[in-house]
């Protein structure tokens, strides 16, 4: 009997600093566990779980100032810390993209192509036990008809990437 009142006795000493954790303040979009900060700023008290606050970074002066005195289009600028990149480097580097994606799109036509034979529209032929069990080939037209509609839409988003590309440069 001493042993389990021991036991139970050890458990709760355990488990009392988990209860004894701070209160945390609310207050609009800001948390504090400083009581008297919350109290002048009529802050509400958190109640039901852990907070993990992670700051986050600043945009570097003001929205209208920076596009007024640029002159140019803020949403075309790069990145603040960004490292500026010649022209004759961003035409080669587009080059390259367009490249890789028209690469890209011809495969994806290529096996879009051969699904399509393969489909014969919604028709293929059985291949082996399908003939005994129609269910199974039933399942294997739905998903072909599935690959073909997931195929369809890679080449249209490789078209969209195409298409968001500059202009090809005359050389």
Same mark, same amino acid.
């Given at each position: 009997?001493?042993?389990?009142?021991?036991?139970?006795?050890?458990?709760?000493?355990?488990?009392?600093? +988990?209860?004894?954790? !701070?209160?945390?303040?609310?207050?609009?979009? @800001?948390?504090?566990?400083?009581?008297?900060?919350?109290?002048?700023?009529?802050? $509400?008290?958190? =109640?039901?779980?852990?907070?993990?606050? %992670?700051?986050?970074?600043?945009?570097?002066?003001?929205?209208?100032?920076? /596009? /007024? /005195?640029?002159?140019? /289009?803020? &949403? +075309?600028?790069?990145? &603040?810390?960004?490292?500026?990149? @010649?022209? %004759?480097?961003?035409?080669?580097?587009?080059?390259? +993209?367009?490249?890789?994606?028209?690469?890209?799109?011809?495969?994806?036509?290529?096996?879009?192509? !051969?699904?399509?034979?393969?489909?014969?529209?919604?028709?293929? @032929?059985?291949?082996?036990?399908?003939?005994?069990?129609?269910? $199974?080939?039933?399942?294997?037209? &739905?998903?072909? $008809?599935?690959?073909?509609?997931?195929? =369809?839409?890679?080449?249209?988003?490789?078209?969209? !990437?195409?298409?968001?590309?500059?202009? $090809?440069?005359?050389?």
């Amino acid at each position: 009997m001493k042993t389990a009142s021991l036991i139970f006795l050890a458990g709760s000493l355990v488990a009392l600093p +988990a209860l004894s954790q !701070e209160r945390v303040w609310r207050c609009g979009n @800001e948390y504090t566990n400083n009581s008297t900060i919350a109290q002048q700023k009529g802050c $509400k008290v958190m =109640e039901g779980g852990n907070v993990t606050v %992670v700051q986050g970074t600043r945009a570097s002066g003001g929205g209208s100032a920076s /596009s /007024s /005195s640029g002159g140019g /289009s803020s &949403a +075309a600028r790069s990145p &603040a810390g960004s490292p500026r990149v @010649e022209g %004759v480097d961003q035409r080669a580097r587009d080059g390259e +993209a367009r490249a890789v994606l028209e690469a890209e799109l011809k495969k994806a036509e290529a096996r879009q192509a !051969e699904l399509q034979k393969e489909y014969n529209n919604g028709e293929p @032929e059985k291949q082996g036990s399908e003939g005994r069990n129609y269910q $199974k080939y039933l399942d294997r037209v &739905a998903e072909m $008809k599935a690959e073909l509609a997931r195929n =369809e839409s890679d080449i249209a988003g490789i078209r969209r !990437e195409i298409a968001r590309l500059p202009a $090809k440069q005359p050389q």
